[in-house]
């Protein structure tokens, strides 16, 4: 049980373009989802909180018109990352919180803009 | 502040035990997480701890200690396929994890 998708696994767009990652939880709803980002040989960072029903909340140096946080379901969360730029290249983890197993995170997405 | 710490690297001899230390400082606790990444991949979680003392799941085990702020995790009869990152995480009064920067373990023959 409480497994969260993710999709897609991995996207290449170009250079203006918006993608969309998506971040669902099967088998458990989930009220709040978290989106990080990878960067190379570092932890995971923390971009934002997103609650079902509510905006975001964004962590301090995350452009909330960049990276665009839907949750209007208890089982879907979406990221979509407007106008791609080479430097959003990067692993996209989503992670969802169910109250009896705690976090779950998503398998990830890898994004390349060229 | 808000803090983890973790060794960044060990290394170790298949068939061996590995012992790895986490130590942490958060707003209010509500958990440890220790997670397994291999490179390109997402995280795997690997066990979670709320409550003081050791969590056996087969060749890994998980200790905490709230009063010390301490977790290890246990690796035994290791594997080849057990190089990888380890990650600690605590999750704080909010439930958001504060991630440590991972101890890569390489694995010798």
């Known amino acids: 049980g409480a497994v969260v998708s993710q999709h897609p696994s991995w996207v290449i767009c170009k250079s203006g373009t918006s993608v969309k990652i998506e971040c669902r939880s099967l088998d458990f709803q989930a009220t709040t989802m978290f989106w990080y980002r990878q960067f190379p040989k570092q932890s995971l960072m923390l971009m934002a909180t997103?609650?079902?029903?509510?905006?975001?909340?964004?962590e301090q140096g995350v452009e909330k018109d960049k990276f665009l946080i839907n949750h209007a379901s208890l089982t879907l969360s979406t990221l979509t990352v407007t106008s791609a730029h080479p430097e959003d290249s990067s692993f996209y983890i989503c992670s969802a919180r169910d109250r009896d197993t705690g976090v779950n995170f998503g398998s990830g997405t890898r994004l390349t803009v060229v | 502040g808000q803090n983890i710490d973790q060794p960044t690297e060990m290394t170790a001899t298949e068939g061996a035990i590995v012992q790895i230390n986490c130590t942490y400082q958060t707003s209010g606790f509500n958990g440890l997480f220790w997670y397994q990444q291999h490179a390109g991949e997402a995280p795997t979680f690997l066990s979670y701890n709320v409550l003081d003392g050791l969590e056996e799941k087969g060749r890994f085990s998980s200790f905490l200690s709230r009063s010390k702020g301490y977790s290890y995790l246990l690796l035994k009869e290791l594997q080849m396929k057990d190089s990888a990152s380890y990650l600690c995480?605590?999750?704080?009064?909010?439930?958001?994890?504060?991630w440590g920067a991972g101890t890569k373990l390489i694995i010798k023959p």
């Open positions: 997103s609650n079902e029903g509510s905006k975001a909340t964004y």
């Open positions: 995480a605590a999750m704080d009064s909010n439930y958001q994890l504060i």
